[in-house]
């Protein structure tokens, strides 16, 4: 067999695998993911699948990995069409960002939630797709702030305060991060809680008090003209 063909076959059960973990996440929930049923689905022995992960971790691994390109492939996508005005784009974002956890919530909590005890994805193998849906948000805040209109939090402007972002900070403005990352923090919040089915009735359906939030926010950043 040659190596290109070696390499088709390696790529084909590799992408089979994880979408009979995707099965399973979907239907059990993603604490309940076994290696073992992956492979009673595909109909090998569970060894013969560590000779494409080294585990049920690095199988996960690449499932995160995986599920932060597609959010930040879907906020790209939305990137594109939003409006120009700065605070209706960050509205627009925000809502594709939404869509796409309520689309995809075993994804979301894949990224977002504790998936079984003793597991933490490794920032060396996630950081660069991560980071992919967090550019989407600074780009917006250094547009706005070329514009001379972003007001970020006067905290924000002590390296010392805000030191710890480590290497994420060395990629990008250390105030835009911060603010991008609360910002961040504030719509995880309310998409987490809506999945959970905790928000207020009225104020949770067809994501109103997250719209309302995610104007509010425009507004305070100064991203409206």
Excluded: C
């Excluded at 005890?117 to 917006?140: K, N, Q």
């Excluded at 809680?193 to 926010?217: F, K, M, S, V």
Aim: glycine share 8%; hydrophobic share 50%; charged share 25%.
């Amino acid at each position: 067999m040659s190596e290109t063909r070696a390499d088709s076959r390696h790529a084909e059960m590799v992408a089979a695998i994880k979408a009979a973990a995707r099965d399973q996440i979907r239907d059990q929930g993603a604490a309940a993911l076994s290696l073992g049923a992956i492979a009673r689905a595909l109909g090998v022995t569970t060894p013969a699948l560590y000779r494409y992960f080294d585990g049920r971790d690095a199988l996960v691994t690449s499932l995160v990995a995986d599920a932060y390109e597609e959010l930040g492939k879907a906020l790209e996508d939305a990137a594109v069409v939003a409006p120009v005005a700065l605070d209706l784009r960050f509205v627009e974002l925000a809502r594709a960002y939404r869509r796409w956890a309520i689309a995809r919530p075993q994804e979301y909590i894949l990224i977002h939630g504790a998936i079984f005890p003793g597991y933490r994805a490794p920032l060396e193998v996630v950081a660069a797709a991560a980071l992919r849906s967090l550019h989407i948000f600074v780009d917006l805040l250094a547009r706005a702030e070329s514009d001379g209109r972003l007001r970020l939090p006067r905290a924000y402007s002590n390296p010392d305060a805000v030191g710890r972002l480590g290497p994420i900070a060395r990629t990008m403005p250390i105030p835009m991060v911060a603010t991008a990352y609360s910002t961040w923090l504030v719509l995880h919040g309310l998409v987490w809680e809506e999945l959970l089915g905790r928000l207020p009735g009225g104020l949770g359906e067809e994501g109103a008090l997250y719209d309302l939030e995610a104007h509010a926010i425009a507004e305070r950043l100064g991203l409206a003209g």
